[in-house]
């Protein structure tokens, strides 16, 4: 029904071809789009990651240095005491 009497006229084919086409070039769009933003997602979680980890280390240490102040306050009054 495309070619009749001479006349060429856009055939559905074509125009599911096109609608295809423009279908995928938006979900590729789409899809660059969702992995940049996980990308930048991902970096963030590392940023998070590292500040934790500092300071997980940080709290290690100070509990460390709370324990060594208790130990030599203790011992203090166990010889004051003793």
Do not use: N
């Not at 029904?1 to 559905?12: D, I, K, V, W």
């Not at 997980?56 to 460390?64: L, P």
């Amino acid at each position: 029904t495309s070619l009749r009497f001479g006349q060429h006229r856009e055939t559905p084919a074509y125009a599911d071809s096109q609608l295809l086409k423009d279908s995928l070039d938006k979900e590729l769009a789409r899809r660059k789009h969702c992995e940049r933003h996980i990308q930048s997602l991902q970096h963030r979680i590392l940023e998070l990651q590292q500040q934790l980890a500092v300071a997980v280390s940080a709290d290690k240490k100070k509990d460390g240095m709370i324990e060594q102040l208790d130990k030599v306050r203790w011992g203090e009054g166990d010889c004051r005491w003793g």
